[in-house]
């Protein structure tokens, strides 16, 4: 069953298309990756889901749950269950990590911010006072950005470089955590340039300049990080092509 369909939608910058035409339909509790460049347009196509303010003037329409939320605000996609995880995660001066994971819960109790911080690798007792500001690495703030979804109990989630600032020994406690996200009966979108995100996904979407021009199984998307590049018809060249 499909939750989220992405209907012929366009974004114009200063006379520059950044998303051309993009069609996808996406199916309940699966976990699909959008691949591509840097600049392809793909933390863009998230912030068009999600509803962010200076991606709004969209062509095309956005529907959720068969319903269009073109003219939804993020607030309001928010209380719909879209949520979207930041690839630098926003800091919070004078709130603490359980304060920060809370306010998004549907279960407050501490035990569920404990069991959340567990799932990402984090020691709760080591973090539930920590301020959520400068003083964490930006990969102590994804873990923890990750936390407060899993306790939010989303039903569309849209994960931007879920691997950004993440030590190879927490990757294992991400991975799991996306997987929790489905189990529990969420739609996962990885937005990523990773070989190894990808891996996680179920089907993936390849963009390049603004457009898809593939999409898959994930073995046969992976073909893209094996040459960088796949024959299209934009008349782009990779950046070592160039003249």
Not at 43 to 66: A, E, N, S, W
């Amino acid at each position: 069953m499909g939750i989220l369909k992405i209907e012929n939608l366009s974004l114009a910058r200063n006379g520059n298309k950044i998303l051309d035409n993009i069609n996808i339909d996406f199916c309940k509790d699966r976990i699909y990756a959008v691949v591509g460049p840097n600049g392809a347009g793909k933390t863009t196509l998230g912030f068009v889901i999600m509803g962010i303010g200076d991606y709004k003037d969209f062509t095309g329409d956005i529907l959720y749950k068969g319903k269009s939320v073109k003219n939804l605000n993020v607030y309001e996609r928010a209380r719909e269950g879209i949520t979207l995880a930041w690839q630098d995660p926003a800091r919070f001066d004078g709130l603490t990590v359980e304060k920060f994971i809370k306010s998004s819960a549907k279960d407050k109790t501490r035990k569920s911010v404990v069991d959340a911080l567990e799932k990402v690798g984090m020691s709760p007792f080591e973090y539930l006072e920590r301020a959520v500001d400068k003083t964490l690495s930006g990969g102590e703030r994804k873990k923890i950005e990750l936390a407060s979804i899993l306790v939010m109990k989303p039903e569309l989630v849209v994960l931007d470089e879920p691997d950004s600032g993440i030590d190879i020994a927490s990757l294992k406690n991400i991975f799991d955590s996306i997987r929790l996200l489905k189990s529990s009966g969420a739609t996962v979108i990885l937005i990523t340039h990773s070989l190894e995100v990808l891996q996680q996904a179920e089907y993936a979407f390849l963009l390049c300049n603004g457009s898809i021009i593939q999409r898959g199984s994930i073995k046969e998307i992976s073909g893209y990080f094996e040459g960088k590049c796949i024959p299209c018809d934009h008349k782009n060249l990779p950046e070592e092509m160039e003249p």
